[in-house]
């Protein structure tokens, strides 16, 4: 087990290293990219005049290295400053946006997960059947459909006639059961993205470890084919189906932008994009932090797993 | 400087009402928008779906820059002066204006109008809201207009604005959205406040998401502001917004996707309301870089587009085709009967020939940011210049940071006007020698005489000719192919009422659909 | 009425498509002989109907300027004329004919997305295997690195580089292979480390085998399979990529005819139930499951299964 402890203490220190770069490499980025705060703020009504004003007031005359290190530094103090855009705290404006987030997250992922593991489960145990063919084409096709096309489609479907909202509001006094109702259809086109991924990878899995010879035994000894595969290639093929899972969780909580455009939802998709466009650096670098977090500890989480699922990791010599 | 007077022997601001009405004489409303009048009646909510809106916008004034914090903003606050319906200044918190030679404006401020938090609007709150917008410091966007402006001070019950020069329109400016009243203190206004003496309270803000306003019981107009309640939703996406709209979320969206519009008013529901105004599209070329610095390889690009197809097929037919001509058929001196310039590639090639040249090729830079429909726009042009050997290689820039990378800074591009309801203003933004916006770095010398000379002009015949003649000038040596006025498309639910007329001055009945309308 | 016209739709599909995949398949095997046509006799029927689409999109990318009834930009009419001669599909929101844009569509999309995700598995490959192999600070500067672009959303990742260095197709394609590259290189890293602690590779170090011999002779052709089956997603991806990023504003430059943006640009047609944006969606979810079929019979074949 100590080793495992050790593993978690060096990742997350490889973690804060990673987070290092990715604010060098999104700072640089947003350097590079034409234009500022002030330009877009002002927008087509900018004169040269109002854009110097407005300049010196955001502190933007202030040469590159020296803004990140400002930054820098107070983020490390946990200060993540005011949106320069609309002068408001940076923390207040992300903590209720992340909430959403990750609620949306996690109802997309208790639909997904079970389905695509089962699903991936049942189309290895009847490989090459009709049930697995169909299956595949079907997770094939709702993943090569656009997933703001899916959204419109499950919109025509279940929001026109009534059934569900097409978008979601959230305001102070929302309860959980009205998220649920309201996110369904957001979450569900989340569900028809992801599913695939997790259920072909699955199935690989499990198959991949058919061709064994301690399978072979198994099969040998005449049990039944549900048995070979729930108790014997499933532990096996854990670590590649936790692999893949904890990627798209990691999806669903950083990547799903378009449909929080579609449904109207306040993510942080949307907030990273808006202030990416806005050049409202310290918003862009905060989000970017949460993300790649939400990666980091979703990928370290993953390998804890697979080194706790699989008893040769476990016990390395 | 003496005392100017019309022929009539009416005081400035009568002329410049007088002028206004026939102004409003000329507005062309299509039939959709004409409904029953019905006495607005108090009550409801009113939710409406705007296609702008983002997470840096916020409460300053001076840096409103989309529909949605403009139509936000009408919501709760006040101006000194409104455009009203029919395109004419009316008063609001200014209860009358007077100028007797131009530069000295006398603006009467209404008494016994309280803002929200209680407090009485006063004089310097007025002052305070103008200031904020002058000056070293300010970084508003409108700073430029008062750049003519001396000295602002009380004098009692009125706020008197001296100019450095004469300027008739400039009562005009007061109606400007970025100018708000809002409360001061030791003469400034908080810009991070809310507070105004609007019709509605805001009650909660998510930038970029949604903010929800209550009626304010102390609104000095009794018949405005009827509903109970307001919602503005922030939805950038067109199909989104024409779920909230076919699903019952909203009552009102703007910018109905073109292709959309038919079926949309055949199911019934919502109606359609289409209103043309002085908005236009405009294809702005570098008037200093050749080819474009000859004045034929301008016309030759005149001749090559089909004005008519792109009013169709970009505009879905909710717009008019213009003659390179920025002033608008909602203006006063509007010149309807300027020669227009059909599709016509023979004469594009004899241009093209004037010229010198046999063949032109140019790219257009274009992006959806520029207008809806912009990159779309393009396409269509270069495939109709091609006929006229010309050839447009359609250049898409990232919507993100168009305004810096692309407009003023390529040669040719895509761009757009929200119009201005005085002929100057927009002349002087967009045409004027040396002007900041002037994106075709345009300098014609008896255009740049006849602006200033229209400026203080007082015979209403003599004013509309100079204005008329700098429109041809503009559309026949301007470096600006302008193909199309584009009408503000909106998808209103039946469950709301709009009145006979709806503003042509800015979207959304000149923003303020909160306030003029009610529910059915 | 109307879900049982479409069900019946559906079973009409499908039957045609084994149909046509059991006859391609007959077809094959009469005109190819040896290994070649004893593999293509054990192709399951979904494999061979894969193999058919391809070859039909391939030979639709290659003659486009034949097939097609007009020039990819031409406009022809007004905007979302119905389905009748000489517009066979109606025409676009510009009056393009949407056939036209269609059968040009198969090339430009097809052959950017062939080409992108190629270059993305060659350099995520080939950095991926040979950091494994090397291991050492080679094996963790890259992996780091590599944590980090992985650790930036893809789209707004893509999204910031595109808006840096322009939208031109080449930048496309360079900005969304790096992306997808790194998914590359984290697959084929940790599937050449299962494969490099094997006692055969050992044996080969031995042998005094350079690292780069190694790759290809000792560690690749183990690696394949994995590999071959990622190419079948990633392959898909990269129409959804570009349709996402003209969703966002950005994407190929018009008038370019793509399947992505011309879902885009017809999506809110979908509304009202007019089935034109089905069209170039469809084109690209036939396209993928496709690549998918064959690509599982690959494994399958690969897998060593015998049943």
Partial sequence: MAHVWRMIGQRLLLGLLTLFVISVVIFGATELLPGDLARELLGQSATPETLAALREQLGLNDPAPLRYWNWLTAALQGDFGISMGNKRPIADLIAARLGNTLFLAAYAAAMAVPLSLMLGVLAALWRNSIFDRAVNAMALTSISFPEFFVAYILIVWLAQSGVFPSMVRISSRTTTPDMLYMAFLPALTLTLVVTAHMMRMTRAAIINLLASPYIEMARLKGLSPLRIVLRHAVPNALAPIINVVALNLAYLITGVVVVEVVFVYPGLGQLMVDAVSNRDIAVVQAVALIFASAYVLLNLLADVLSTLSNPRLMHRR | MTTIKSPAGLSRRGVLQG????????????????????????????????????????????LWDNLYAQTFAAARHNQLIEVDADSQLAPELAESWETADGVTWVFKIRQGVTFHSGKDMTVDDV????????????????????????????????????????????????????????????????????????????????????????????????????????????????????????????????????????????????????????????????????????????????YALDRQEMVDKILGGHGSVANDNPIGPANRYFFADLEPKGYDPDKAKFYLKEAGLDTLEVTLTAADAAFTGAVDAAVLFSEKAAAAGITITVDRAPNDGYWDNVWMQKPFCASYWGGRPVEDQMFTTAYARGAAWNDSFWDHERFNELLVAARSEVDEDKRREMYQEMQRIVSYEGSVVIPMYNNYVMAVSDRIATPEKISANWNLDGFRCSERWWIA | MQATSILLGIVIAVTAALVSGWLFRALLVAVTSGELR?????????????????????????????????????????????????????????????????????????????????????????????????????????????????????LIFSLLLLTIFGTSITTLILVIATIDATRVFRLARSVAQGIVVMDFIEAAKLRGEGVWRLISREILPNALAPLVAEFGLRFCFVFLAISALSFLGLGIQPPTADWGSMVRENATLINFGDVTPLLPAGAIALLTVAVNFVVDWQLHRASGLKE
């Fill in chain 2, 19 to 62: 002028a206004s009405a026939l102004g409003a004489a000329a507005l062309i409303l299509p039939a959709g928008t004409r409904r029953a009048a019905a006495q607005p009646k108090p009550g409801g909510v009113f939710r409406a779906g705007i296609g702008h809106g983002s997470t840096t916008d916020g409460y300053d004034p001076g």
């Fill in chain 2, 127 to 302: 002052i305070a809201s103008l200031n904020h917008h002058r000056g070293e410091d300010s970084t508003s966007a409108v700073k430029p207009f008062f750049d003519p402006v001396v000295d602002i001070k009380a004098d009692g019950q009125n706020v008197v604005v001296t100019l450095n020069a004469a300027n008739a329109d400039f009562a005009y400016l007061m109606s400007d959205y970025h100018l708000p009243i809002m409360p001061s203190a030791d003469g400034k206004i908080d810009p991070t406040s809310t507070d105004g003496v609007g019709g509605y309270v805001v009650e909660s803000f998510e930038p970029g998401v949604q903010a929800t306003l209550t009626k304010n019981p102390n609104y000095w107009k009794s018949d405005r502001a009827n509903f109970d309640g307001v919602e503005l939703l922030s939805i950038i996406d067109p199909a989104a917004r024409l779920n909230a709209l076919m699903t019952g979320a909203v009552d009102l969206i703007d910018q109905v996707d073109v292709a959309t519009i038919d079926m949309l008013e055949a199911r019934g529901g919502n109606r359609i309301v289409s209103i043309s105004g002085n908005a236009h599209y405009v294809f702005p070329m570098d008037s200093r870089a050749a080819p474009f610095s000859d004045n034929n390889v301008r016309l030759a690009l005149k």
């Fill in chain 3, 38 to 154: 004893r593999s293509f006799r054990g192709a399951p029927v979904t494999a061979s109907f894969g193999m058919l689409v391809i070859l039909l999109y391939f030979v639709v990318a290659v003659l486009a300027p034949i097939l097609a009834p007009f020039p990819e930009r031409q406009v022809v009419g007004a905007q979302y004329l119905p389905w009748e001669a000489p517009y066979y599909l109606g025409t676009d929101n510009l009056g393009r004919d949407m056939l036209t844009r269609l059968i040009y569509g198969a090339r430009n999309t097809v052959g950017i997305a062939f080409a992108t995700t190629g270059l993305a598995f060659v350099v995520g490959s080939v950095l991926g295997l040979w950091a494994a192999t090397v291991g050492g600070w080679i094996d963790q500067v890259l992996s780091r690195l590599v944590d980090a672009l992985m650790a930036i959303p893809a």
